[in-house]
DNA sequence: TTTGGCATGTAATCCGTTACATGATTAG
DNA sequence: CTAATCATGTAACGGATTACATGCCAAA
């Protein structure tokens, strides 16, 4: 309708990221991405300044710079106009993820493919996810711990449990996988 | 190193689908696709065509036109060297999918919305995803029956149950994350 | 006859990563 | 001193979706 409607989800990310975690630089930002929600999120630099840029012409967030740093550092802090934005944002039901697994493709291409090659390719999978899985019970425990009483705690949990069930299923699907292949009669 | 090293996916994707399925036409592949692999791959018109002429120029794939259509038709074959092609990028693992979900995005930001709100969104997440698997469990019935024997099957099923499986994970996850928000101290 | 599906293709656009460029600061 | 890390930004590129443009065929 008007001249800016923002929609790029980017743009909410680091709006949220504000929200939740406070003024901050973009590199922080990227460093906050990192340690919470890396698993099913990403931004990069690319995106990350040029989307502040955007958002701060528009008055969804300011910046000052940062007098206690040596460094030079830009602090960004979101306004009422973006905390208005964003929880509109959120308000929405979440569009769909519409994944590309190569994992799948490969699987399903497999009649194109040496068996233990394909067989070999799932069990690397497995691996990495229940690797994966593990590392995120542990990081569950952490959290668990050090962020103890924060209104937050609860919502980062959730995020966690997330790529804890997903990868759990994931290689529970591999070796499944693997076993029907086993046995069924292998042609190469 | 040389000119043209082919690295998109969609290529092999394509060159795949030509393999597994036969020769046919750019329109046919996207059927192919649609109905088999959708849930996790996807190519449109807009990558389908032009990732065609691509191949056929470097010799992956030869086109003949459809006699026996009284449309016009351009039917694609895959080659020796697309088969040469595509068995090469089959034997190497498969990258990692670095995937964006909005509606876990929008749970770890949980704190800056209304809890009804989230929750609405959780419980249609799971709802969807509890659907889908369902509609998945019965395709693969489907499939189990009218292509049993096929040396494809145990590759298609595979591909099937892989939906199933982190389709079920995510309905777990989502009324897990549900009934733990519930019985946390709802702040609004 | 008109709607929907078959069929191909291009252009615009968006979104995102990677690489490049630069420079200051701190830790070893 | 020197390497790593902090810190910001731009440019190039790649990959994918959407919209647009075109037109024929079959079925209702």
């Known amino acids: 309708m008007n001249g800016k409607d923002l929609k790029k989800t980017t743009d909410f990310a680091l ?11 973009g590199y922080d ?7 919470s ?36 550092r ?3 802090r979101i306004t009422d106009k973006g905390r208005a934005a964003l ?3 959120l308000t929405q039901p979440p569009e769909a993820d519409r994944p590309r697994s190569e994992m799948i493709l490969k699987t399903m291409l497999g009649d194109q493919t040496d068996r233990p090659v394909l067989i070999g390719h799932l069990e690397s999978f497995a691996n990495a996810a229940e690797q994966r899985a593990k590392q995120l019970e542990a990081q569950q425990a952490l959290v668990e711990q050090s962020d103890a009483g924060s209104p937050e705690l609860p919502f980062a949990i959730a995020a966690i449990r997330a790529g804890i069930h997903v ?6 699907w591999a070796r499944e996988t693997i076993s029907t292949l086993n046995s069924t009669g292998a042609k190469k």
Do not use: H, T
Not at 19 to 24: D, E, F, S, V
Not at 29 to 35: A, E, F, G, K, P
């Open 37 to 72: 929600i890396a698993q099913f999120w990403n931004e990069s630099f690319g995106q990350i300044y040029p989307s502040l840029e955007r958002m701060k012409k528009s008055g969804l967030v300011k910046s000052e710079a940062d007098e206690g740093s040596p460094r030079r």
């Open 74 to 76: 830009q602090i960004y």
């Open 87 to 89: 929880k509109s944002w």
């Open 15 to 25: 709006l949220g990221v504000l929200a939740q975690g406070g003024p901050m630089s």
């Open 29 to 35: 930002i990227r460093n906050y991405i990192s340690l």
């Open 167 to 172: 990868n759990r299923a994931r290689a529970v």
